[in-house]
């Protein structure tokens, strides 16, 4: 908005306010008829036309705001022409009648003001909430109301006279009140914050307001005088009104919907003064006014009171529904499922069939195609699966790329629904295939709580994941494994053991679960290597010596060698490489330490020293795995991950995923 203010604007406002400044003086000296060329009868008039000239130079020249700043401008052109008419009929009288043709253009000032704040604050205020507009009622009825105690009871008592005569008493101060509050709401719209525009608007009004109340108790006193210092009051609250219709206009604009300290505490503060009002109604005289007006501020606070609860609590649901849905897809998230299975636990309902799906080429699809594109994929695959659930069950999308869909029996053949959701999820297109692996479990049939129903449904979709035909990853490991199982089947019953135990720590990390399946199966290739060790090196009792134990810790640089034949299993060899590294780089082969060795060997390292501690073996006494869990623990730091050896703790003591012989007991003590 350009507010170049012209030239001849500036130099009316300094003349104007030299003049009121001169005027002031000799009217408190009681000296304006020794300069009757300024400070004549008609003076004032040409004062007030050219105030008023201003804003209406203001509304022609500047399109913003026009119509707000043409009301004002009309109202002090309204206001000159009834002290126009005043002054030509009645400076000299010593007793005015009331009404007179000067009432009415002082009177056309009051609508037309009003209107036309009203018309600015609504522009200034487009975006502003309704509760900020109840503040600025609430504020500006207290306001009237004090305005009222103030000023009504001289009024009134000069009131029984002639009915018309009355009215035109009881407008003056009614239109004032109107401006006041008028003034008060734009205050609190404005979150009780002041510019220029705003400050001088206000500082306008309050002036016009003291000096037409003084106007109507002395006129009532019989003690008003034309041409006093009191009129300069008026005429100066014009002046101001005219500087701020050229200052730049501050726009009130929602910052946030989040309540400040400033604006609960202004309508408590507001309530609290029209609560004193009606108090001191029961100890002294408060005029009828006054008290209604008080009353209706309290009415406003009740209801700003309960649409501020009505705000908050919408706002809580919307947080709440966020907390519970994935933003990606926006079905239920991981807390959402979790809760709406515990749900159907703790309730009695009909039985229902829990699955768990994961969707299988996700990986090379999003290292392929992006992240953004990944995204879409997932979103799109959430789309087809709430529309192939709705009004037979709930799903959610458990994280990365895994879903969940809880089915209700009673809804045709939950089998056919399982496929119907396969293909929901599914995509395929020109190089990249993406299909999904499910584990389903019946309840109450299969499972009696919701962990044991999430295990269950776990494990068997991670069994048809290494299953699945078209993979060759998972052809080429589950080759290998068979191998091993067959050479060695004691050794391969550790491995599986550890292979579900690293599954569970990468589930309490958090890992996606495509990293989880690499870990799973390089925690069953990890020891691989070992089938380049003779025998006579591993069944030998007794330490070995230092060339024999430099060849044993060759093994998994040949596992790395065996699995990366396969460039499908290259992830896994980088794993298996090095699984025997420790946190503190004192393991081997490369002696890497902390970060720099791959999660999932750290997590395979943990989950190996504790199966081994917990087993049956030669050389040692079996412990319990509470006592498994303290040794780690004093290794945590030096040869194993702090967070590792957390997870590990976390997934033992919940027993997910891992064979009952690993689950801590409540008598056992963990550290």
């Given amino acids: 908005m350009d507010l170049r203010v012209p030239k001849a604007v500036r130099a009316t406002f300094a003349l104007v306010a030299l003049w009121l400044g001169a005027y002031l003086i000799t009217a408190i000296l009681g000296v304006q008829g020794s300069v009757p060329i300024l400070f004549g009868r008609y003076a004032h008039i040409v004062v007030l036309a050219a ?150 608007i206000t500082l306008g009004v309050l002036c016009f307001w003291v000096a037409d109340s003084l106007y109507l108790v002395s006129s009532v006193q019989k003690s008003y005088s034309q041409g006093g210092a009191l009129d300069v009051i008026g005429w100066g609250g014009f002046m101001l009104v005219a500087l701020a219709a050229w200052q730049p206009a501050g ?72 907390a519970l849905t994935d933003s990606l897809t926006g079905l239920g998230n991981s807390r959402g499922m979790r809760l709406e299975l515990d749900a159907r636990f703790e309730e009695p309902r009909r039985p229902f069939a829990l699955a768990l799906f994961d969707l299988d080429g996700f990986k090379p699809y999003n290292d392929r195609f992006g992240h953004p594109a990944g995204d879409s994929l997932l979103e799109r695959a959430g789309r087809r699966l709430a529309l192939t659930v709705d009004g037979r069950g709930a799903a959610f999308r458990a994280g990365g790329d895994e879903f969940c869909v809880m089915l209700d029996c ?73 191998m091993m199982r067959e050479q060695n089947a004691e050794r391969s019953t550790h491995l599986s053991r550890v292979a579900r135990l690293s599954r569970a720590v990468c589930r309490q990390l958090g890992l996606p679960a495509e990293q989880v399946d690499e870990v799973v199966r390089a925690a069953e ?76 060997s750290r997590i395979i390292l943990a989950c190996n020293a504790y199966d081994a501690i917990t087993s049956e073996r030669p050389y040692r006494e079996r412990r319990w795995p509470a006592e498994a869990l303290a040794e780690l623990w004093v290794a945590s730091g030096t040869q194993l991950d702090p967070a590792v050896v957390a997870a590990l703790q976390a997934a033992v003591r919940a027993g997910a995923d891992i064979a009952p012989e690993y689950v801590v007991r409540v008598a056992e003590p963990i550290l």
């Fill in 410 to 482: 009673d809804h045709g053949s939950i089998a056919t629904m399982i496929e119907r959701c396969r293909h929901a999820l599914s995509e395929r297109g020109e190089g990249f295939d993406v299909v999904a692996s499910a584990g389903v479990v019946h309840v109450p049939e299969e499972a009696s709580d919701a962990s044991s129903a999430m295990r269950l449904a776990d494990l068997r979709l991670y069994d048809e994941k290494h299953l699945r035909s078209g993979d060759p990853r998972h052809q080429a490991a589950r080759a290998l494994v068979q």
């Fill in 51 to 200: 105030i008023a000239s201003t804003c209406v130079v203001r509304a022609v020249r500047v399109p913003a705001e026009r119509l707000a700043w043409g009301l004002i401008a009309a109202a002090m052109l309204c206001w000159t022409l009834g002290e126009l008419y005043f002054t030509a009929h009645y400076w000299t009288a010593t007793s005015v009648p009331t009404p007179t043709l000067a009432d009415a253009g002082y009177l056309a000032v009051y609508p037309l003001a009003f209107v036309g704040l009203m018309v600015l604050l609504r522009f200034r205020a487009r975006d502003a909430r309704l509760t900020l507009w109840i503040d600025g009622v609430v504020a500006a009825l207290v306001v009237a109301a004090y305005g009222a105690t103030v000023v009504f009871d001289a009024v009134l008592s000069a009131l029984g006279g002639d009915p018309l005569s009355d009215a035109v008493n009881l407008a003056y101060p009614l239109g004032d009140l109107l401006l006041l509050g008028i003034v008060v709401t734009a205050f609190a719209m404005a979150r009780w914050r002041v510019n220029r525009s705003g400050l001088l």
């Fill in 525 to 600: 290739l990890h020891d691989i290597g070992m089938i380049a060790i003779p025998d006579t090196l591993l069944e030998k009792r007794g330490p070995l010596t230092e060339q024999e134990r430099a060849f044993v810790e060759r093994h998994p640089v040949i596992g790395e060698r065996v699995l990366g034949a396969a460039p499908s299993l290259a992830p896994i060899a980088r794993i298996v490489r090095a699984t025997h590294e420790r946190w503190d780089g004192t393991g081997y082969p490369d002696g890497i330490a902390g970060e720099a060795i791959p999660v999932g």
């Fill in 251 to 322: 726009t009130i604009r929602q910052r946030s919907s989040q309540e400040t300290t400033r604006t609960v505490l202004a309508p408590v503060l507001f309530g609290v003064l029209g609560l004193a009002l009606l108090f001191a109604g029961t100890v002294t005289h408060v005029n009828a006014l006054a008290t209604a007006l008080a009353s209706l501020a309290l009415l406003g606070v009740l209801a700003r009171l309960m649409m501020t609860f009505h705000e908050k609590n919408t706002l809580l649901d919307g947080t709440r529904r966020q």
